[in-house]
């Protein structure tokens, strides 16, 4: 007898719903992503299912927080080896776990910081199945936006020197909207010319700030900066992280960690006892940690650890940008 499960919602109210399909076979769990045609089997030790809070900017004074819904499988250890974003329905859950007989972390009413530094807490080989196709003309995005913005340019120009400028005013709003309706927010440059040499402009700018130090990490995010006050923050698109005071007390940045564990690797921000106080996985670029990290007097360590050691940094981190 094979019993399936299968996401209701996506991970965030309003997207779409992931075509993963959830299958246990008897001795193992076999998971397809039927919106690429991706395909894992493995034997978790438990399953966890999450929900944390995640504040985004809408508007320069405004902001909102969204709920982001998902399933993992953890080995032995408590690493992450599959995450599956999306909502699942909990009595869905709850009898297919009965009839694997696989333990699990109802994890949907811990503090937000605690699900994601669990979930930063990757095993190696971990792999993340959507469940969504790729974006919508994902090769053509950057010839097709500069094309529309031409073209937007060029019809704002010819609506302003015919005193048409409120028609373009509304164009403008009315096909912004249909954008955000339609999830191809990219073409906005369609409808806002301006970002064709902003965006160019402020990539520069970003290089330029990186090269210095100043900066750590791509313009698209996640980044590192230092805001007045001396706080290191995390930049990541519209997402409003904590910021985190620089000094050598504890709960501080005092120190930076670019560490090799496996075919995984990240960094690490350490207070001053040597605690884990947020964890950024994914690749970082030595020699820019470096020049960041002497810019702003943070001491940084760069070296491969074991296992016990990235267990010890991943369990206890106090946050994670995932």
Known sequence: MEVRLRPVAGAVAGN??????????????????????????LVPATLYHYRYDQRVLVSRRKAKTLSV????????????????????????????VRYAGLPIVDARGHASNRVRAVLAGRAPGWRRLRGLPPPFLARYRRPVSIGVG?????????LASTGMWAAWRGI?????????????????????????VLRPVSARVHRW??????????????????????????NRGKEQTPSIKIGAGRRMAASLLLYRYDDLT???????????????????????????????????AVHSISREEYLDLTRNARDATI
């Open 16 to 41: 779409p719903c992931p075509r993963t399909d959830v299958l246990w076979d008897g001795s193992a769990l076999a998971v397809s992503d039927d919106a690429t045609g991706q395909s894992v089997r």
């Open 150 to 158: 031409v073209a937007g340019l060029a019809v704002m120009v010819y």
């Open 172 to 196: 403008s709003m009315v096909g912004r909207s249909l954008l955000d309706l339609l999830e191809v927010k990219w073409l906005a440059v369609g409808f806002s010319p301006v970002l064709l």
């Open 266 to 300: 990240g960094l690490f921000v350490l207070d001053g006892d040597g605690g884990p106080v947020h964890h950024l996985p994914g690749g970082w670029t030595p020699d820019a940690v470096h020049r960041f990290a002497d810019r702003h007097k943070l001491s940084l």
């Open 69 to 96: 819904q998902g399933l993992a499988a953890l080995d032995g250890d408590g690493l992450v080896l599959l995450d599956l974003p999306g909502e699942w329905y909990v009595p869905h859950v709850a009898a297919f």
């Open 209 to 234: 700030r990186a090269d210095r130090g100043l900066i750590l990490g791509p313009a698209g995010g996640p980044y590192l900066s230092v805001l007045p006050g001396e706080k290191l923050h995390v």
